[in-house]
């Protein structure tokens, strides 16, 4: 956890100086992301909640998500990471929110996304998503990459601002 709380330091550090707040949407990295960016002290000045999406059950019940507000876009996708993020944004009225969705493996996923995929968002006063293919199935690692990726890109736009 070391290496994201560092990077999560400097995310909250900068937050807290601009007086912005995020709000998280996960499911392959498991929480990962979120915890980061709690064990941090004074997160409460910028962390506004999340949660792990990992099911459909999950996206209906807690993003609030239709099946007919996804119909067309698959999970595992820069699209459905980005709707995930400007939604939990939205519903928690961060300034940003930021969002993963993959498979972190020993398998891929029902898509056809092997293990190691994940896509990446975030939203806000700038939107940007990506893709990340890690070429291995290991299930923790993939779970500290996709997190570690997830908190670079909000770095990255971060930055852009």
């Known amino acids: 956890m070391n290496e994201l709380t560092t990077?999560?330091?400097a995310l909250g550090t900068l937050l807290k100086a601009r007086k912005e707040?995020?709000?998280v949407a996960e499911s392959s990295a498991g929480?990962?992301?979120s915890a980061a960016l709690l064990a941090v002290p004074g997160a409460s000045a910028y962390f506004l909640g999340g949660g792990v999406i990992y099911t459909q059950a999950a996206r209906r019940g807690l993003l609030r998500?239709?099946?007919e507000s996804v119909k067309g876009i698959r999970s595992s996708t820069e699209a459905y990471a980005l709707l995930k993020a400007r939604t939990i944004r939205e519903l928690v009225g961060a300034t940003w929110g930021l969002a993963e969705t993959g498979a972190s493996g020993?398998?891929?996923n029902r898509y056809g996304d092997a293990a190691g995929h994940a896509c990446l968002a975030v939203a806000g006063p700038i939107e940007r998503a990506v893709t990340l293919e890690?070429?291995?199935?290991?299930?923790e690692k993939n779970m500290w990459a996709?997190?570690?990726r997830a908190l670079e890109l909000l770095e990255t736009s971060l930055s852009k601002r």
């Open 106 to 108: 020993p398998t891929g």
């Open 65 to 67: 998500l239709s099946d």
């Open 31 to 33: 929480g990962l992301i």
């Open 21 to 23: 707040t995020i709000a």
């Open 146 to 148: 996709f997190a570690k």
């Open 7 to 9: 990077l999560a330091e």
């Open 134 to 139: 890690t070429g291995h199935g290991d299930r």
